[in-house]
């Protein structure tokens, strides 16, 4: 099995001494599978890698039949595999597969905007459209990713929260952990930035304006841009 990386800032250290730490110790079937399918959403865990329920149960210091579970629910979700003679492995996504799963995005992403929209509160959207502002414009000029990247997240997080449904935000992000990583990477290799920068911008001012129906079609935009440059520039993505 391909070691299994951490980042730091996943993990309570454990004592150099004795059992794993208590943290640790609590790890339920859900949580652990949440931890995992993190990794293999950020490649820290790469397709194609075996996971050993007994590695699991000890790099996590859980039981044998919470690391098994774990991994019936990362193969029920589509992000491992059951395979003949080598057991669970990381899921590779092809291209066509990703083309789907962002047909699926668009439709959702736009649905979660339109109900966003609909249940914002005044003031609501105000802080982002500061951040995507001039922050985010000299985030972009300095081609700083990571920052890109985490202001990027609060914007969609707060979509799901005020959208306040359940199930979509679950579907939402099972669907944003599968295309994760291509998301990423087209950072790196594109100007998609610059182009999802003025998107953004258009769909907070559609929310501020609680136009549910115009957010809705330029979040779904948003998605069908990413789903092309996606096809785009596969070749040095997948």
């Known amino acids: 099995m391909a070691p299994i990386a951490h980042r730091a800032d996943k993990r309570a250290p454990r004592s150099s001494v004795g059992p794993p730490a208590a943290t640790e ?3 339920g079937v859900a949580e652990l599978a949440a931890r995992l399918r993190d990794q293999i959403a ?9 996971l050993r329920e007994w590695d699991l149960a000890t790099e996590y210091g859980v039981p044998r039949l919470v690391a098994r579970d774990a991994l019936e629910r990362l193969t029920h979700l589509g992000f491992a595999d059951r395979q003949p003679n080598r ?10 597969e ?62 799901i929260t005020v959208a306040d449904s359940p199930p979509l935000a679950e579907l939402l992000e099972r669907l ?17 930035a610059t182009h999802a920068l003025h998107e953004h911008r258009a769909v907070l001012a559609a929310l501020r304006a609680g136009d549910a129906g115009a ?23 997948l």
């Open 25 to 27: 110790s609590r790890l």
């Open 42 to 50: 950020d490649h820290e865990i790469p397709p194609g890698a075996r």
């Open 87 to 96: 057991g669970v492995v990381v899921h590779r996504f092809g291209i066509e």
């Open 98 to 159: 990703i083309l789907r799963l962002y047909d699926m995005r668009e439709v959702n992403e736009g649905l979660c905007a339109r109900l966003a929209a609909h249940n914002a509160h005044t003031g609501t959207w105000d802080e982002l459209i500061e951040t995507f502002g001039d922050t985010m414009a000299d985030v972009v000029e300095r081609k700083d990713f990571n920052a890109y990247s985490a202001h990027y997240e609060r914007l969609r997080t707060r979509l």
């Open 176 to 192: 944003n952990d599968m295309t994760r990583i291509v998301g990423r990477r087209m950072l790196l290799v594109s100007d998609r």
């Open 215 to 237: 957010a809705e079609q330029l979040r779904r935009a948003t998605i069908r841009n990413v789903k092309e440059s996606v096809w785009r520039y596969h070749t040095f993505l």
